[in-house]
């Protein structure tokens, strides 16, 4: 009987063993439940670039390299930011940021929720105020740099990151403005959701335009009015905007924005005339259509002139290719439309 006995809790034993072994090797209903949901989420992260909190966090101390040329590091997430230009204010809230900006230049007008939000200047900036504002990080100009230096080292004695925002005259230009502010905020994966969505629409236009027109359009772009008429030629938005659809710039010969006469834009002889100061002229086509001696003008016989939102063709931000997508549909209606 004892040996039957030994027998029997032997081979129970055994199954015990094996038992304990199965469950130390795939660990707990809840332990595999979790590791379930940890795959998940680094499958989600490595498939969308999603980043968790803590991963956010490790993104600082971060230091960046502003237009400038200096080294800009920022020890936590900012959770305060002032910018004293418009463009700067459409990226910043582009990327989310819209709930830390506090304090905005007197020119930002988009979007709505910066109507409400602190003026504190524009190229003369309200440094008093800045100051008592005291926000992590201000995103200034490079006339900021170059004409008050003295109160940028304010802004920095007293803790404020001081980052330099310069000028742009190209989509490439604007991807690495909004690549910038997005490293010194964190703010990584909308920059590339904003820039992506830039290019794949930009690129689009572009095939769309290369595939399906074959007559190119001149066009004359007034950013004044008369009687001291300026456009715009190469190394602008507009140049390249439409270069992008197939369309040909009247002052391609000239170089950033130029004056012209009359005279001279009479000869010029475009098929459409795009006007981008409707914000402070009533009627700009109707005075652009009326003018003595623009009669034999194609644009004006054709009654081919159009108003664009200036914010949309000028400002470097992410609305820029909003401004392309008008240009398309008023210049070649019967292709974009």
Known sequence: MGYEFLKKWGL???VLMLAMAIITGCGTPEESSQENVNAGEEELVEENQV????ERDELFPVTIVDDASREVTIESEPETIVSIQASNTEISFALGLGDKVIGVSD????PAEVLDIEKVGAQDMN???ILTLLPDIALVTDYHFNTHPDILEQFEEAGINVIVVGSASSFEDVYQKIDM???ATGSQNAAEEIISDMKERHQAIKVQAEESITDPKKVWVEVSPAPDIFTTGQNTF???MLESIQAVNAAEDHEGWVSLTEEEIVQLNPDVIITTYGYYVDNPSGDVLARDGWAEVPAI???QVFDVDNDTVTRPGPRL???VETLAKLIYPEVFE
Do not use: D, K, V
């Not at 980043?51 to 803590?54: C, G, K, L, V």
């Open 181 to 183: 502010i997005a490293s």
């Open 321 to 323: 290719i909003e401004g």
């Open 12 to 14: 129970f034993g055994l």
């Open 238 to 240: 507009m140049h390249e």
């Open 51 to 54: 980043q968790p909190e803590t």
């Open 301 to 303: 016989q054709n009654e």
């Open 107 to 110: 020119y930002c007008n988009y």
């Open 127 to 129: 440094a008093e105020l």
